[in-house]
């Protein structure tokens, strides 16, 4: 059990009163303080919708990611390098709080196990909604895969759109943020080149 009261490693369904209560108070103060009436009718419920809303998107907070990975670990003697490319990133920025967003590619090749593929994809939602910055949601993916499932290599690749760079700022609408990380065999130039091939290659699309 976490902070919500919620077994972990399930969606946010429902929202813990205590703390919705005092993010809507909070968002009713600062809709003031930008100078707008949040009794009038459009604004009248807002408060209440971003608190469960920013409740939803900080809930891997309260999910653990080795343990999701954990609970699909099967033994298995495949040793081939395996792709998962293409998985939706959706984060915060932790310096704006504003969105940034794109996709997630991960390779491993196992040491004598596997795991259930869509468990790469809920490690990345269990670290990316949180308040995060690219760089480090990449190494904590990498480090979760790399610790608990203890294969020959790991690759992640995230390419992201920053709404703090298109939206204010630097106003950049197009630029894209690609970070990088890898362990084991990855670090072998040959191995990484033939990973960086086959997540440009276009081969389903
Ligand atoms: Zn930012």
């Known amino acids: 059990m976490n902070k919500n009261g919620i077994a972990n490693y399930r969606k946010v369904e429902h929202y813990n009163e205590e703390l919705q209560e005092k993010i809507r108070k909070n968002y009713k103060d600062i809709i003031c303080a930008l100078g707008d009436d949040p009794e009038r009718e459009g604004l009248a419920k807002t408060p209440e919708r971003v608190a469960k809303s920013m409740q939803f998107l900080t809930q891997g ?16 003697d495949y040793s081939e390098m395996v792709i998962v490319k293409d998985i939706e990133v959706y984060s915060l920025c932790e310096h704006h709080m504003l969105p940034f967003f794109g996709r997630a590619h991960i390779a491993y090749i196992p040491n004598g196990q596997i795991v259930g593929l869509s468990k790469l994809g ?61 362990t084991g065999e990855f670090e072998n130039s040959k191995t990484r080149a033939e990973f960086m091939r086959l997540i440009s290659a276009d081969l389903m699309r």
């Open 61 to 76: 907070y309260d999910l653990n990611p080795a343990e999701i990975l954990r609970s699909a670990m099967f033994k298995e």
């Open 122 to 182: 809920r490690v990345v939602d269990a670290f990316s909604r949180r308040l995060q910055v690219q760089e480090r949601l990449t190494h904590e993916i990498l480090n979760c895969i790399h610790h608990t499932l203890n294969p020959i290599g790991v690759a992640v690749v995230i390419e992201a759109k920053h709404l703090c760079m298109m939206m204010r700022g630097v106003q950049k609408q197009n630029s894209v943020a690609t970070t990088s990380a890898f």
